[in-house]
C-alpha cells in the first residue's frame, strides 16, 4: 500500500498528520501542494478533495480529508490500542469535543492572528481585527489551560490527539510578536512539547 500525504509541510492542519503518522512510525510520502506550491485547484486534487484545501491522506485508491478526521481514521486503522486516541468511549469523546472545540472555538481567532500578523505587510493589517482576535484566542486557551492547570496534558497524563490538534497552534501563539496574557499552565504545556523530537522537527518552525 502506497500512503500519500498531500500538502505543504508549513500547513497547521498538515502539521497534524505528520505529528500523527510520525508518533506512530507509519511510513509515508509526501507531496508539497497548497500554499505556494498551488496545485489544489486541478480537478484531480479536487476529485480527492473537494474543498480544494490541505492535508489529503492518500492510501492507493482511498482518499480521505479533514485533519480532525484523517488523525482519527489512522489511530483507528494502524494503532487501535494507542494511547492518542483511547479505547474507552467516554475518554475517546472527551479527546474529540476537545478536537472539535480547536476547529470551531480556536481555530477562527487564531488564523486572523497568524495571517495578519505574518502573512500580512503591516502597513495593509486590519490591527482592531487582530487585537479582537488575540482577545478570542486568548480565551479559547483559557478552556484548555483550565484542564493543564491540573493535568500535564490536556486530557490527562498522556498525549492525546486533544494536544496535538492543540499543540501545532501554540507554538504560533507564543512566537508571533504581540503582548500575551501570562498562563502559566498553558507555558507549562508548550514547554512539555518542546521536549519532543517529533515536536522539535516537524512543528516547532519559523513561522512562514
Ligand atoms: N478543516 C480543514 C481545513 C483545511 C485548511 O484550511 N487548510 C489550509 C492550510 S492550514 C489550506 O488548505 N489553505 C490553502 C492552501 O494551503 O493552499 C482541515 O482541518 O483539514
Redesign the pocket.
Known sequence: MRRILW??ST????M?VIWTLEALKLPYERID???P??K?DTPEYRAMNP?????TLQEDDFTL????A?IRYICNAYAPDTTLWPRDQRARAIVDHWMDAQ?TVQ?RPASTIFLGLVRTPPEKRDNAAIDQAIIDTARAYGMIAGNLAKTPYICGDTLTLADIVWGIHVHRWFVMDFKRPEVPALREWYDRLLSLPIYQEHIARPLV
Open positions: 500538502g505543504r500547513s497547521s492542519n498538515v497534524k501542494v497548497g500554499g506550491f498551488g489544489t474543498t480544494g484545501l490541505v492535508p480529508w479533514e485533519s480532525n484523517i476547529q481555530n
